[in-house]
């Protein structure tokens, strides 16, 4: 590990050495020196951590730049088969203005009609829409009334309509937007009050629409040739809680708990039963589900980034290359290696695991008596390690078509879930929560069969539900 080409690591070592070579340190002076050094390399090691080489957003980096696009061979523009945004003349306009010829300002003359020439403006009109229901009362001549029945979802005097739910929910879980903020835009923009409590019962009535889509989900993802499985840190109530994400590119489920490991996913209830291939990031508790795993790639180019910019381990670049060759080669190839190819690449592999031994052997346990456990290893061993042990899972993208090369699908569809918490702070309470991820996941998946999440909102409050939903069952 350098720092402005200075050997942090070298000094280290040579401070340790010097420690254990003075026998006139007392203890309580040797324990002191040692937890500074564990400090100072603990503190050295986050210098020169960046997005390449660690878990850290992009946003992080000091002085960062923009990365020029690599050239392509491609014309500029939008590419064959893309769907463009541009706007079109529609065949049935909501209002046509007629402008006629000033024939006073013409030649004279003789003119005849033969036609029109068009051009069409897009615009919005935000208003409010009251719909009153009269029903007709009528009596006979004994004096008895009898009234028309009003419609099955008319049942006060005064309601909010369908419109008003889909747009406060897509406004709240799709948009994020916080209560008060919606709130204003209802009053400012359509002149209706909306209350809090309004907005929350318009959630949770969708919560409680989508039960039975969520449970069909669950369903869906344990049956999946493969699944992809992330966590991340909520805040729920001032506590830290974990959302665990499980989707493909077809299904996504979320689920608050209060736990990261196998008590929240067994509490989820797809992984006991899912039997295909799970995607991850090496978090332990996956390995407890008896099914096939895949691990992110996109994580091990970033430790093995680090382990040759902070540790000098060459072996580590020569891994990041070799990996990095073998995705390009297997996109090439259309999913999947064939069988020679991919067991030349297995070699190499090999290869460089072997180097790593040499590069970063495994540290001998000292002869000092008293000392018990496991020892303590550098990042770059465990790195090696897990690289060694879990070569299968790591090169599962080489040989199926369908396993990703990471997890980035998984991480995707959590990411929002950092945006919805750097609005609003945190959720005020787990019931929250569960709305959030219950109607964020069908909105998710949604997206992904094609339907927007206004239309899936407006389906859903008219006691429907997307296509796709009926036709795969």
């Not at 897509?170 to 903020?181: A, H």
């Not at 090696?384 to 699908?409: A, G, K, S, W």
């Not at 019931?431 to 992904?448: M, N, P």
């Amino acid at each position: 590990m350098k720092i402005e080409n200075i050997d942090i690591q070298a000094a280290i070592e040579k401070a340790q050495a010097l420690i254990r070579e003075d026998k006139q340190i007392s203890s309580a002076v040797r324990s002191m020196f040692e937890i500074l050094i564990l400090i100072i390399t603990l503190l050295a090691n986050r210098l020169n951590l960046n997005s390449t080489n660690s878990s850290k957003p992009p946003s992080s980096d000091p002085n960062r730049q923009r990365r020029p696009r690599q050239k392509s061979d491609k014309k500029a523009g939008g590419q064959e088969g893309h769907v463009g945004t541009t706007l079109k003349k529609v065949e049935t306009p909501d209002r046509i203005e007629t402008i006629k010829v000033d024939r006073r300002k013409l030649p004279m003359g003789i003119y005849r009609h033969i036609g029109y020439e068009t051009r069409q403006v897009f615009d919005i009109d935000i208003s409010r829409f009251v719909t009153e229901y009269q029903a007709e009362i009528v009596m006979d001549e004994k004096g008895n009334r009898f009234v028309a029945p009003f419609p099955k979802d008319v049942t006060k005097a005064v309601q909010y309509g369908n419109g008003i739910k889909t747009h406060s929910v897509y406004m709240s879980q799709f948009q994020l937007l916080p209560y008060n903020r919606i709130q204003d835009y209802f009053a400012d923009q359509l002149q209706i009050p909306l209350s809090e409590g309004s907005i929350f019962n318009f959630n949770n009535e969708a919560f409680q629409l989508l039960e039975d889509f969520e449970n069909r989900v669950k369903n869906e993802l344990a049956q999946a040739g493969v699944a992809n499985a992330d966590e991340t840190g909520i805040n729920i109530g001032g506590k830290r809680y974990w959302l665990h994400g499980l989707s493909n590119d077809r299904w996504t489920c979320y689920h608050p708990h209060e736990k990261r490991g196998a008590d929240a996913m067994d509490d989820m209830g797809i992984l006991p039963r899912f039997k295909g291939i799970l995607c991850h990031d090496h978090w332990k508790p996956y390995f407890t589900y008896n099914c096939i795993h895949a691990l992110c790639n996109a994580h091990h180019l970033r430790e093995l980034q680090r382990a040759w910019e902070q540790d000098g381990q060459n072996w580590a670049k020569n891994m990041k290359t070799l990996l990095e060759t073998i995705n390009r080669k297997v996109i090439d190839a259309g999913g999947a290696l064939d069988a020679a190819e991919s067991q030349k690449y297995r070699r190499q592999y090999q290869d460089l695991i072997k180097q790593g031994e040499i590069e970063c052997p495994e540290p001998v346990r000292p002869k000092e008596k008293g000392k018990r456990g496991r020892i303590k290893k550098s990042k770059s061993r465990n790195l090696l390690e897990r690289l060694d042990n879990y070569q299968n899972e790591v090169l599962r993208f080489m040989d199926i078509d369908f396993v990703p090369f990471t997890n980035n699908l998984g991480e995707n569809d959590i990411r929002m879930t950092k945006v919805q918490q750097k609005i609003s702070g945190c959720f005020r309470s787990i019931e929250g929560a569960r709305i959030f991820c219950r109607i964020r996941g069908y909105l998710s998946t949604c997206r992904k069969q094609g339907v927007s999440s206004s239309r899936a909102l407006a389906l859903l409050f008219d006691g429907k539900l997307p296509d796709f939903v009926v036709s795969e069952v």
